[in-house]
RNA sequence: GUGGGUGUAGCUCAGUUGGCAGAGCGCCAGGUUGUGGUCCUGGAUGUCGUGGGUUCAAGUCCCAUCACUCACCCCA
């Protein structure tokens, strides 16, 4: 086969797309507990609501972009993030008026033009929680609850949770100039010292040793806080206290796009290699302003279902592929491929799941079907069975057989199959 | 964008100083002509990533190229 799939795109099938949707159903649950719902944004938008929301200065919007002309000319671009997204369709569709907050969800792929590696992918899978149109500190923290619960809810036990704040319009600037200050002083390489002009906070991320080193006493903006950052930061942290999930204090944590302000998070895991980030989130109180919307703040987070895939397998915790059906036709000859047809779409409508083996297979083949679809029961049906008016019912667990009448199948089945 | 590693059966991989292309798992069939899962027996499947070079002879050595992969950077 001359074709594969493009470059940096995973695929799950079978087994392991099971895990793929139990992570997403595992999300989707903790969101709708916590009253979110659900909202579907396009995959693609104007290139413009990507470069003005996520930020001129990211590495996202600069190099990572899928942006391409339609066939009328316009410049649109395949979503890196959903925030911006959200937020637009929120005030083009006038969410924000009614009662505040406005708490969605959603989920899909987003798109990042980047070399692939472990756990980084060009196109992404995200699950997504947005609060709008709240400063309470409360829902910062209900927020990191809702992506804690969904770790929890998959059995992972080794998440960390690393909390910081960036502060705010009021007291960013000045810690900013101080940190550029103290940045200028160092001895960096080119492109690291063309980030202290353009987005200073990052250097302070940067992962390697000698960067680390040398920031170590670089001024932290926990220091510099306004008294409302303060208390909004303090407030979160008591918050989190209450519900008993645990964080850890990273005053040097910073995150990639622009539009983040005060509350910034980021979920870890320690067995993942280089691409530990399972999940991230903050408040972006200037994102709608940022694309021409009224002053309206907000929070939300990310979290990324290809690397909580990796997490999950990581800690041992995929399950056993499920029993695809509960019933199995087996038939003997082709009247009997009739009847089971029919037979099967009856029990489906009925409620029980089945299957049955096709292309005239033989009973060792069938059979063989009928252990691999993990069913609890066979259906046997062969001509000397339909002149008795009867069929096998085998339970492959035990191996018993017994001979049930036509017209009683169904029932009886449903009887067999609930607990 | 930068650097390292790896390409052999459907999958995971072995293949010696260059000398007949292999194993396990899976798949198919038979043992059992109306019985799966265990067991036994047998079977099919390869442009050895691609192109070139060296050699009597290349999966093995050399060059190029492509793909995959890990890491930097960045982020979910």
Redesign the pocket.
Known sequence: M?F?????V?EYFPPRSATFLAVRAAFATAAQNAGYSYIEVPVFEDTELFARGVGES???VTK?MYTFADRGGRSVTLRP?FTAGVMRSTLEHGLHHGQLPVKLWTTGP?F?Y?????????Q???FNVEAIGTEDPAVDAETIAVAWSGYQALGLSQVRLLLNTLGCKQCRPAYRAALQDFLRGLDLDE??RE?IEINPL??L????PE?RAQVENAPLITDHLCASCKAHHDRVRSLLEDLGVPWEDAPRL????DYYTRTTY??DHPL??????????GRYDGLSEDIGGPPLPGIG????????ILAVEAENLSQEAPARVAVYG?P?GEEAARRMFRLVSELRAAGVSADMAFDG?????A??G???SGAAY?V???????AAGA??V??????D?TSVPLAEIITTLKERLTP
């Open positions: 001359s594969q799939a493009p470059k940096g995973p990211t590495d996202v990572e993030e987003a990042r980047e070399r692939p590696q472990a756990g980084r992918y060009r992404l899978q995200q492109a690291t980030r990052r250097v991320d940067d992962k390697r960067v910073v995150r990639g796009l980021e979920f993942l290699g280089a691409q530990s980030g399972i999940g991230g989130g987070f990310a979290v990324g279902v290809d690397r909580i087996v003997l297979k033989g009973l060792k083949g059979m063989k009928a252990d691999r066979a046997i049906l062969g001509d000397r069975d339909i069929a096998q085998k339970d492959l667990a035990s191996g057989q």
